[in-house]
């Protein structure tokens, strides 16, 4: 209990410094172009460091609060660091105008309130017509859909966290795999959630195959969550993959690549071993799969995957779906409990299908499961904390949204142009200070 505190405390603390940091650093920004520019700036980069400093942490970014919004058109373009950018802009203007609205209560009209009335206006014009180009935007279609329906079943045991790999209960999740299993045979694909099989590959060989005489007598094909042994298959493996496998006629299996901190590793792992007792910790027994790994072949289709915390970084995303058809998330979400994490998890996959402009199926342990169209919008979608299952279709797509192709780049010369336009406002400002 201690170390669990130790360690979560230091994390929220690191994370909590990252929120605070645009705040402290807006005094040092330009006066005028504080709220405007400044503020949204700073809050952006700091979203994008938390993408990947040390791992990253791309949880709780504004632009997930524009999912249902006009400014959803813009995803495909930016992604969601833009969408970002323009809530903050949006928010900084509204306060530009409250701020004003109060000084000249204070102090009453003059030409230098004038010269700032014609500034929020401005600034007010540009952000009306950011909010309609995202509305327009929502209607064109990056990609292109395949003339083809893929019948899709979707499979929630609902397994308390605390059974999922006791021994005397391995049996009745298998059992209750398929029971749900059932009624779905026939469908195209049928989908279990991360690390359904409540073993490794490696033990699960004879459930495997079990399941693979019946999903080849239905004309389906099964893909599931598994641990697989490093090196694969490996019945003496100490070390393990978080993966993906299809059961039927598929090629090719997917090992998760960022991993959870402190849930599949410990961050600083490395350091904190052997500093003093306190942290000799048992070694983590998850390892990240390799970068470039090829999508899941299932007859003549692609599947893209994201395992789990993996659908939170929006440029890995983009990278996995580029050269596929559609974009399977599987997850557990059981250790959230009963709070908003799956509810902002589920949101977070919304947004990655608008982003790539592709159908999204998210198959978890107790919900939410759903169908999620290539615009977000949610096809099928199934209740938490409930034995279920699910049905739908997905249609394969081609092509690629420009943020499949410039992935975060647009953003970061943004905030490079921003980051000028305060610089290049003091040099200006100067010669006029000193001529009068």
Same mark, same amino acid.
């Given at each position: 209990?201690?170390?669990?505190l ?5 994390f ?7 929120f ?5 650093l807006?005094?040092?920004?330009n ?11 700073l809050w ?10 040390f ?9 997930y609060?524009?999912?249902d919004?006009?400014?959803? @058109? ?16 949006t928010s ?6 409250a701020?004003s609205?109060?000084?000249?209560r204070a102090?009453?009209?003059?030409k ?10 401005t ?7 950011l909010?309609?180009? /995202?509305y327009?935007l929502k209607f ?6 395949i003339?083809?329906n893929?019948t ?9 966290q605390?059974?999922r790999w ?8 298998r059992?209750?795999?398929?029971e749900l299993s059932?009624p779905?045979?026939g469908?195209?694909?049928i ?5 359904a099989i ?5 033990y ?14 239905s @004309? ?17 493996g ?5 993966s ?5 006629d598929?090629e @090719?299996?997917y090992h ?7 849930g ?8 904190l071993?052997?500093l ?8 983590s ?13 299932? /007859?003549?289709y ?6 789990c915390?993996e659908?939170a ?10 050269n596929s058809?559609?974009l ?5 979400d ?7 994490g799956?509810?902002?998890?589920f949101?977070?996959a ?5 982003e790539?402009g592709r159908?999204?199926?998210r /198959?978890t342990?107790? /919900?939410?499961?759903?169908?999620? @169209?290539?615009?977000g919008a949610?096809?099928q ?6 034995m279920t ?10 092509g690629k ?13 943004l ?12 040099r200006?400002?100067?010669?006029v200070?000193?001529?009068?």
């Amino acid at each position: 209990m201690a170390l669990a505190l130790t360690l979560t405390s230091l994390f929220i603390g690191f994370v909590a410094v990252v929120f605070a940091l645009p705040f402290y650093l807006l005094p040092y920004c330009n006066k005028r172009h504080k709220l405007i520019i400044g503020f949204p700036l700073l809050w952006v980069l700091s979203e994008w460091l938390r993408t990947w400093v040390f791992t990253g942490f791309p949880w709780l970014f504004i632009g997930y609060s524009h999912t249902d919004t006009p400014l959803i @058109g813009w995803a495909p373009i930016g992604g969601v660091l833009l969408l970002s950018l323009l809530a903050i802009i949006t928010s900084s203007v509204i306060a530009l105008w409250a701020k004003s609205f109060s000084e000249t209560r204070a102090k009453g009209s003059g030409k230098e309130n004038i010269g700032n009335t014609r500034y929020r206006i401005t600034a007010s014009m540009i952000v009306v017509s950011l909010w309609l180009g /995202g509305y327009g935007l929502k209607f064109i279609s990056w990609t292109t859909p395949i003339d083809d329906n893929i019948t899709v079943g979707v499979v929630q045991p609902n397994i308390p966290q605390n059974l999922r790999w006791a021994p005397d209960y391995q049996q009745t999740i298998r059992e209750r795999l398929r029971e749900l299993s059932e009624p779905l045979w026939g469908n195209d694909w049928i989908i279990w959630s991360e690390a359904a099989i409540p073993s490794s590959y490696a033990y699960a060989t004879e459930f495997i195959a079990e399941t693979q005489f019946i999903a080849e007598q239905s @004309g389906s094909t099964v893909v599931s969550g598994v641990l697989s042994e490093k090196p694969f298959d490996d019945i003496k493996g100490q070390q393990y993959f978080n993966s993906v496998i299809g059961i039927g006629d598929s090629e @090719g299996i997917y090992h998760k690549q960022r991993l959870v901190p402190f849930g599949e590793y410990v961050p600083l792992e490395s350091w904190l071993r052997g500093l003093i007792e306190f942290f000799n910790l048992p070694f983590s027994v998850i390892v990240p799969g390799p970068p470039n790994q090829q999508p899941i072949k299932i /007859g003549e289709y692609l599947l893209a995957n994201a395992i789990c915390y993996e659908i939170a970084y929006p440029a890995l995303v983009a990278k996995q779906a580029a050269n596929s058809h559609v974009l399977l998330t599987i997850s557990n979400d059981a250790w959230f409990g009963d709070s908003i994490g799956p509810l902002q998890h589920f949101q977070m996959a919304r947004m990655r299908a608008v982003e790539i402009g592709r159908y999204v199926i998210r /198959g978890t342990n107790n /919900g939410v499961s759903a169908i999620i @169209g290539a615009d977000g919008a949610v096809q099928q979608r199934s209740k938490q904390f409930v034995m279920t299952s699910l049905q739908g279709h997905v249609v394969p797509m081609t092509g690629k949204t420009p943020f499949m192709l410039w992935g975060n780049a647009l953003i970061l010369v943004l905030m490079l142009f921003m980051l000028a336009a305060t610089i290049n406002y003091r040099r200006c400002s100067r010669p006029v200070k000193e001529n009068m």
